[in-house]
């Protein structure tokens, strides 16, 4: 927005008072300065008012779907190490830095797991070009997770956790619990229950 300090000010003469003659002639220069000023005030607005007016909008709808149900995080994301469940390679959530990364802590005996599985397969095949999508299977027998990941088609990394030693460092008891680490490492969202698709797409909001 333009500030009036951008206008230029009535002269003044060697008094410090103003130097424009006649009171008549003041006024009407006055009314001029401030014309102009509304002028271009009115033309700032219509420029970017919109925008602002959008984005304050769009702020309000996310913290609408986030109220009461994705918890805010600002703090270094625990480590999560482990032998992934199908090739039993090393997994590293700290190898996927540089985007995000949604780290969903389940268990093929989880019921709740289970209803929000489809969730997460359907936006895996849209978001996998831009998001990282890591699983933690926790206290699971390893043929029965595989089990689980073949039938929601959940083709992304696992660690198998099955002692729940990664759970307890991220401070979950029990699943489902959701969280999204941002592109340097931090932990900026946490969601502990069945998620949605609104709820997966405010948490990425925040990273």
């Known amino acids: 927005m333009?500030?009036?300090?951008?206008?230029?000010?009535?002269?003044?003469?060697?008094?410090?008072?103003?130097?424009?003659?006649?009171a008549k002639h003041s006024n009407s220069v006055a009314k001029a300065v401030f014309r102009s000023y509304w002028k271009?005030?009115?033309s700032w607005f219509a420029k970017y008012?919109?925008?602002?007016?959008?984005a304050a909008s769009c702020t309000a709808r996310t913290a609408t779907a986030c109220e009461g149900r994705v918890f805010l995080e600002q703090k270094r994301a625990p480590a999560a190490?482990?032998?992934?469940?199908?090739?039993?390679?090393?997994?590293?959530v700290d190898s996927m830095r540089g985007?995000?990364?949604?780290?969903?802590?389940?268990?093929?005996?989880?019921?709740?797991?289970?209803?929000e599985s489809r969730t997460l397969s359907k936006a895996w095949g849209e978001l996998s070009a831009t998001v990282s999508f890591l699983g933690i299977d926790i206290r699971d027998e390893r043929a029965q997770a595989l089990a689980f990941v073949k039938e929601f088609n959940l083709s992304y990394p696992?660690?198998?956790?099955?002692?729940?030693?990664?759970?307890?460092?991220?401070?979950?008891?029990s699943?489902?619990?959701?969280?999204?680490?941002?592109?340097?490492?931090?932990?900026?969202?946490?969601?502990?229950g069945v998620l949605t698709r609104q709820d997966l797409d405010c948490m990425l909001g925040m990273a």
């Open 2 to 22: 333009p500030r009036f300090s951008s206008i230029p000010f009535i002269c003044t003469g060697s008094s410090g008072t103003p130097g424009l003659g006649t």
């Open 40 to 42: 271009t005030t009115a």
């Open 49 to 54: 008012g919109v925008v602002l007016l959008v």
């Open 81 to 92: 190490v482990g032998e992934d469940l199908s090739s039993q390679v090393r997994v590293d």
């Open 99 to 115: 985007r995000a990364v949604l780290v969903n802590f389940w268990g093929s005996w989880c019921a709740p797991c289970r209803e």
């Open 158 to 173: 696992h660690i198998y956790d099955k002692e729940a030693t990664i759970a307890a460092a991220w401070g979950v008891t």
């Open 175 to 192: 699943p489902p619990a959701t969280f999204v680490v941002a592109p340097d490492g931090q932990l900026v969202g946490r969601f502990v």
